[in-house]
């Protein structure tokens, strides 16, 4: 569920196609089966992050198998996408092995800290995350309006903006669309919602709702797939508004062939997250022609062109229900600002890391390292 992983995980399996030689540096996550990759892992001790369920962290120096898997391999360039344990690990394997790092700013980490620290602890970790990209060799933001995100951070040095894929980037053919309603149930004169994410208020699930509470009259089904430390509280919220029989909460999906029905299914995607950078959830609705309603001046929202390939709101219920009450009376319209979603703002992962691979042979040229060969 959570982009990063998913952006890293791509990344992995594309290079390891492409070039081969790949390794995933993580924190041990409980019940994972590596073995499944054909590149490596390497994973070390973690203990869950406090308030952040299923998150898990740890620190790699104090594991002696992953310290002895790292002293036997020699890398030719690390990519940082944490900040935190994982990006301290790599830095450190950069300048023993006197490579190039490049670090990828993901995250609004401000938002993540004021949840449960006092603005002076905020203040000091957002310090040591720009302390840690300054050290980094090239540091990327996944689009163009998270270069202000950085800025606003502190960060000074050049930024590259480098897009995120999407996984789900096919040719759907129409009964595609039709078979995935039919495997969940769903009606075809239904009109669906959907929203994918972690189920924190840090979303803005609470607009969703209370929008879909001022249109009682109108027939919809609305998903929520995800967990989170809000999923109790929103449940909570739905019987308040009288949504019960409306809206259904799926939990967490790791089966992808599965949160694709979702995306096919759904007519609507709901995302009005004004904490996300560049969410991929976005990017793979469009993928299954779903286009999104997105919060009007938020800076995942700046890839959408209103009533183009996406939807943009106010940050207000009455104004979002009146855009869903319009939207849910014209599908047509519907549809085909959905597909052309599908054809302005999805791009493949292959495709990506075509360009990663390019530039970090750059980054290596520059150093006077040898380039990372593709297969004849």
């Not at 449960?116 to 300054?134: R, T």
């Not at 930024?159 to 969940?184: C, H, W």
């Not at 996300?276 to 959408?304: C, F, K, Q, W, Y």
């Not at 519907?334 to 075509?354: F, L, N, Y």
Request: some cysteine.
């Amino acid at each position: 569920m959570d982009g990063v992983s998913v952006c890293m995980e791509n990344y992995a399996y594309w290079m390891q196609k492409k070039v081969g030689g790949v390794c995933v540096v993580t924190p041990n996550v409980p019940g994972a089966d590596y073995s499944v990759h054909d590149y490596k892992v390497f994973d070390y001790f973690s203990i869950p992050v406090p308030k952040r369920h299923p998150y898990v962290t740890g620190i790699a120096e104090i594991d002696p198998t992953y310290l002895a898997k790292v002293a036997t391999t020699r890398f030719r360039i690390v990519h940082a996408h944490s900040p935190f344990t994982s990006g301290a690990a790599a830095y450190r394997i950069s300048r023993l092995q006197k490579i190039p790092m490049v670090a990828t700013f993901h995250s609004k980490y401000r938002d993540d800290f004021s949840r449960i620290l006092p603005k002076l602890a905020v203040d000091i970790w957002i310090d040591s995350i720009i302390d840690f990209y300054e050290r980094a060799d090239l540091v990327w933001v996944p689009q163009e309006s998270v270069v202000d995100v950085i800025r606003e951070y502190g960060f000074k040095g050049h930024v590259e903006v480098m897009d995120n894929g999407s996984d789900l980037v096919a040719d759907y053919p129409e009964k595609y669309f039709v078979e995935a309603r039919q495997r969940l149930g769903i009606k075809p004169e239904e009109f669906v919602m959907l929203f994918v994410g972690q189920h924190i208020w840090e979303k803005n699930p609470r607009l969703v709702i209370e929008s879909l509470a001022r249109i009682p009259d109108i027939p919809f089904r609305m998903y929520f797939v995800g967990v989170g430390y809000a999923a109790e509280e929103m449940k909570q919220l739905v019987s308040e508004r009288g949504l019960d029989n409306k809206v259904t909460f799926v939990g967490s999906i790791t089966d992808r062939a599965k949160l694709t029905d979702y995306y096919a299914a759904s007519d609507l995607f709901l995302f009005p997250s004004l904490y996300d950078n560049a969410p991929l959830v976005v990017r793979e609705a469009a993928a299954l022609h779903t286009p999104s309603i997105m919060a009007e001046g938020a800076t995942a929202s700046t890839i959408l062109k209103d009533g183009e390939n996406g939807f943009l709101v106010e940050n207000d219920p009455d104004k979002m229900a009146q855009l869903l009450r319009e939207l849910i009376h014209d599908p047509e319209r519907v549809h085909r600002v959905g597909v052309q979603a599908s054809k302005t703002i999805v791009r493949s992962w292959e495709d990506c890391v075509e360009e990663v691979l390019d530039r970090y042979n750059a980054l290596l040229k520059s150093r006077g390292l040898p380039p990372i060969e593709r297969p004849a």
